[in-house]
């Protein structure tokens, strides 16, 4: 019950002085501030007037009417620049006006002076820094000289030695105060804001590297495919083949010019949405559909790997999915299968509804997945490897699966076969 309130009065302060991806550092503070003065001017008002120094009273009344408009503008009207500017000014104005009224030099009011300068050092901008500077000390120096050489325009408004002990004291704790949580506010928003700072930055360094890294295997990869073609052209060219061997080496190159362009094709689509970013677009998808449209592209493959493919899947099982999407992770899952079983082995693809979901297996009878690479499967750290067939990957089809089930509020997740190969399993909900 307790960490519930807790959260709550969080949560209501984390608004009134704005979310942090809304509003400014500097504003906030000033937000901050503009509160914790208001608070200050509640509590100065009521204390003011019983220890006699009612105008005071009356001009910290004006001065939270004040703020509470100030407030508003910055904080609603995001006009935070304005809003400081004229607090600012008017701030030490009234400060000045409660300087005459409340015993000049001898009264508390300096120290008001003091810490009205701290709280605007800290919310101006920096280069606005000397001219409150110049300002404060301009404003205390003139009202200074005007108690000196007019000393009938300062009365001692004080009823007695006990009420300004009682008004210096109070000011002094206010003052030490504000500092004090002022202080340990700007600390832990300056620690914040750091913290994001580096968190970014190693963020950024991960994902350059990686890309580094995918951009260096993609240069290597790409030449072992083209190096092939050109020498198989060369070959046609200055040697006539007999005809079994000529359909051997057009088959071998087939399929790796296809593998080549799924590694395109996935390069493609991780660059758009980077870039970009994902687009998602949820509709009813026909699961039986979907899938025999891949298959019917990986046909090929199958048949001259020899592989044996069997399907079980409802035909009027719809799941809510982006279909584009679905397609291009069951291409990978089925292109991986395909590429890490031996000739002679088997694929099997089902769809089944369980409970409110579409559950979509792919389970071969490949080489299955090394323990060690488990932890990285689905990111961009995983290597790629090659097939049974000598096909090569760049490790980012499954990359792209993880990124576009989590897109469309799916599940995706795998795991070793007790026999061999290893089963992925996709879970979607229903339409």
């Known amino acids: 019950m307790r960490i519930d309130f807790t959260k709550q009065l969080q949560a209501k302060l984390l608004y009134l002085v704005g ?14 501030m503009c509160l914790l003065a208001m608070v200050v001017s509640v509590v100065q008002i009521p204390f003011n007037y019983f220890t006699g120094l009612r105008m005071t009273g009356f ?27 004229i607090s600012v000014v008017l701030v030490n104005l009234l400060f000045a006006w409660i300087y005459f009224v409340s015993s000049g030099i001898s009264g508390a009011s300096l120290m008001t002076f003091t810490l009205t300068f701290f709280l605007v050092m800290i919310v101006a901008p920096r280069g606005q820094y000397v001219i409150w500077l110049v300002f404060n000390l301009l ?74 890294k995918l951009f260096s295997i993609i240069s290597h990869d790409l030449r072992s495919p083209m190096a092939s073609i050109q020498s198989y052209l060369e070959l046609m060219k200055d040697i ?12 071998e190159l087939l399929a790796m010019v296809n593998n080549t362009q799924d ?9 758009k949405s980077q870039l970009q970013g994902l687009t998602v677009h949820l509709a009813p998808v026909n699961v039986f559909k979907a899938v025999m449209t891949v298959l019917d592209i990986h046909t090929t493959f199958i048949t001259n790997k ?30 991986n299968a395909i590429k890490f079983t031996a000739p002679g082995g088997q694929i099997s693809l089902e769809a089944r509804q369980e409970n409110q979901q579409c559950v979509i297996t792919i389970r071969d009878s490949g080489t299955g997945i090394d323990p060690k690479r488990v932890p990285e499967i689905f ?10 067939g000598n096909e090569k990957g760049i490790g980012l089809g ?14 995706i997740w795998f795991q070793n076969n007790p026999d061999k190969g290893c089963s992925f399993f996709l879970s979607f909900p229903l339409a």
């Open 19 to 32: 979310p942090p991806d809304q509003v400014t550092l500097e504003n906030r503070i000033f937000n901050s």
């Open 59 to 85: 001009i910290f009344a004006i001065l939270l009417l004040a703020l509470a408009g100030l407030y508003y503008l910055s904080r609603f009207k995001n006009r935070s620049a304005l809003s400081i500017a």
């Open 139 to 212: 404003l205390v120096a003139a009202i200074i000289l005007i108690e000196y050489y007019h000393p009938e325009l300062v009365p001692n408004m004080y009823a007695d030695r006990a009420s300004k002990i009682v008004d210096l004291s109070a000011t002094y704790l206010t003052s030490v105060l504000v500092i004090f949580f002022g202080t340990i506010y700007l600390k832990n928003a300056y620690n914040r804001e750091k913290q994001q700072r580096e968190e970014k930055t190693r963020v950024l360094e991960v994902l350059n590297t990686e890309k580094n």
């Open 240 to 251: 006539q083949l007999p005809p079994e061997q000529k359909l051997q080496l057009e088959a």
């Open 263 to 271: 590694m395109l094709y996935n390069m493609l689509l991780w660059s």
């Open 306 to 335: 020899r592989l044996h493919l069997t399907t079980d899947i409802d035909k009027n099982l719809t799941a809510m999915a982006d279909l584009n999407m679905l397609q291009l992770i069951i291409r990978n899952l089925v292109g």
């Open 379 to 388: 990111s961009l750290k995983a290597r790629s490897t090659f097939g049974t």
């Open 398 to 411: 499954l990359y792209l699966c993880g990124e576009y089930t989590t897109a469309q509020h799916g599940r």
